[in-house]
Nanobody, 116 residues
Framework: EVQLVESGGGLVQAGGSLRLSCAASGFNFDDYVIGWFRQAPGKPREGVSCISSSAGSTYYADSVKGRFTISSDNAKNMVYLQMNSLKPEDTAVYYC?????????WGPGTQVTVSS
């Protein structure tokens, strides 16, 4: 059974940093796409960043380029999102998501709140 568990959210002042972690289990950490979505109140869920294991590439939404960095540790089955220069508009619930074996899996989410 695939499981994704996020951690690292919290309250931070604008300009600050947070690092989100996603512990992934229940699948072979080889051919997959894993990353982060976020959803702010009253807004649709949006893709933030992801890693493709087969392509060896990363993706970032324009709104976070240059501020967020995604990384993975295959030995630990972990994915991280380093978030720097945070802005109030980054406030949202952040979800770890995995595309694997023609299915998409979601973690329960972690709240990130950026105060101005």
């Amino acid at each position: 059974e695939v499981q994704l568990v996020e951690s690292g959210g919290g309250l931070v002042q604008a300009g600050g940093s947070l690092r989100l972690s996603c512990a992934a289990s229940g699948f072979n950490f080889d051919d997959y796409v894993i990353g982060w979505f976020r959803q702010a109140p009253g807004k649709p869920r949006e893709g933030v960043s992801c890693i493709s294991s087969s392509a060896g590439s990363t993706y970032y939404a324009d709104s976070v380029k240059g501020r967020f960095t995604i990384s993975s540790d295959n030995a630990k089955n972990m994915v991280y999102l380093q978030m720097n220069s945070l802005k109030p508009e980054d406030t949202a619930v952040y979800y770890c998501t995995l595309s694997y074996g023609k299915k998409v899996y979601w973690g329960p989410g972690t709240q990130v709140t950026v105060s101005s």
